[in-house]
């Protein structure tokens, strides 16, 4: 047999299922989203980050740019550079360096001689090489922007630029293969200005830079500008750096030293995008030893080639932990409900379920023999149908039942009516039986009885006559007249008892006609009289008074009713009640006659024998007289029953149809 599920469980999940389902797809799209919306959003704000970096870079080259433009244009200067007046120049100059801290402020001629340096004022008279922005100030045109010094240039302004602009490089599995271990040279905020005379021609140039390796205070600027010191876990969210080729010159990125990480290096592949190609990057990047959010873009060069690149970059374990918190908060919302969810569906299988269960108990009880059960029809649905449904069956079931019961009491009479009229065939088929064995006897017995009659019929004749020639021919007074009258006697009887056989043979015909049977039987009891003393005897008649005349032959019924009133006063004694009644009986139109004593009664042995021919108990009877009256009985298509109470009496009741 299969698991039983029960229904409730089953609505429950059914409703569950799909819900899961849904929470599911719901879940995880809800996270894709979520994870795609906050990368994305991250990466925006990356983006907007480089360009607030930008602009701060931007505004430290036009502030440098500004104070050199105001010196440059200042009348006194453009005096003092044509005139060669180094005193001049300086006083010109120093103040500069109060206003703004510079690493390089330096003045040449129109020939591009340096006049004078003011971290270096013992060195000048020399022409700088490879200077780009001298040569375009020189040519009229302010310009500023970033470029590359080389050891010697920086050595040369200052002493102290070339130990500030040494980095030692430190390699990672990232960064791409290079040459050498060290940087040395300096990348530099840079700006260089005409100095014209009155006449607007160029009397010389003042340029002036800022050294930016291992100077943190523009990434440190910016840094704090755009993410305005916000940390996560002690560690600062936003970092900015800044690259000269592959290598970081000045960074708030921190090394695992708790250093700022100077001199690690860009991954070759966003050293490929940003350096090689001249790309932005935006992206997620390892940098150094945690994953971030960036945005690297090229640092262009004075003559458009790109020396190293601006980053900004924010830690991306805050949009971790925010990720993860959004994605608890959602999972715990999507649990909570899916709680919900399962109380509710909970409730709703419950609530479905208890009709069923109701309707599976009376179910059940119905099972068990119960009738007359009824469940509540609640809701208007299939659940309220088969409610209705089970209502009905019972009902039907109920009437259909009583209807059995009815019919099956009814046939249960007719079986017992049935049974009661087959007994009383078969007693009827048993007495018929016995009966026919009685008569198929009887007839045999009639046969040698009717031989033996006639046998013996003529030698009795001839002893009959003999005698009485005897008697004739013997004196009255001879001395065996007696013995001879005894003969005679002897001989009477046996004449009697061959007629008695004669009769019983039945070898005469019934004479029919039509017999008052009231009249038969008062006709008999007057004549009995002569044959036994009925002095002592009372004879009541119950004669019916409407009892018809009957078909039989009179004299053969007299010796029948003969016969049964003289064996019931012989039974008597001679003393008690003699009842002689008659009825009609209606089916057969004939008579019933009861003749009934006060007699000892017969006793059961004796009652099966007496219709048997000879079968007596009397010492002069001959014990034909009932079976000869049975015989005549049956002739005439009627019946002889007895019935006898020992020490009460006896009643034979004769039917004649
Ligand atoms: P019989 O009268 O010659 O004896 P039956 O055939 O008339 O022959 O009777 C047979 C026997 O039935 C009787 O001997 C008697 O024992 C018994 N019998 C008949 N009628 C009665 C009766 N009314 N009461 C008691 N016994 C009876």
Redesign the pocket.
Known sequence: MPRRFPIRAKLTVGALAPLFVAFFICSLTGLYIIDAKITSQAQEKVRTDLNSAREAYRNELHHINELLELTADNPFAAISISSGNRPSISSLLTPLLHKKHLDILTAVDKEGRVLFRAHNPARFGDTPVNTYFIDQALRGKTVTGTTVLSPEQLAAEKDELTAQARIDVVTTPHSRPRQSSVERAGMVMVSAAPVLDSAGRVAGALYCAELLNNNNDLVDKIKDTVYEGVKFKGQDVGTATLFLGDTRIATNVHASNGRRAIGTQLSAEVYNRVILENRKWVGRAFVVNDWYLTAYEPIVGLRGEVIGSLYVGMLEKQYSALKNNVNTILVVVLFISSLIGLAVSGVIGTHLATPIKELEQLTRRVTLGERNLHIDVRSADELGDLAGGFNQMTRALAHRESEITMLNRSLEQKVLKRTAQLEEKNALLLETQADLAKAEKLADLGVIAAGVAHEINNPLAVIRGNIEFLEMCLPPDHANREEVGIISQQVERIAKIVGNLQVFARQKKLHQGQVNIHDLLDGILGQIGHQVPMDAIAVVREYASDLAMIRGDGDQLRQVFT?LIL??VQ?MGGKGVLTLATKGVAPLDGCEVSIS?T??G?GPGQLKK?FTPF????DT???????ISYGIIKDHGGDIKVSSVEGKG?TFKVTIP
Do not use: E, V
């Open positions: 016969n064996n019931a039974a004593d007699g000892p017969i007496i079968f007596t108990t009397k009877g001959s014990g034909l007289g009932l079976s006896t």
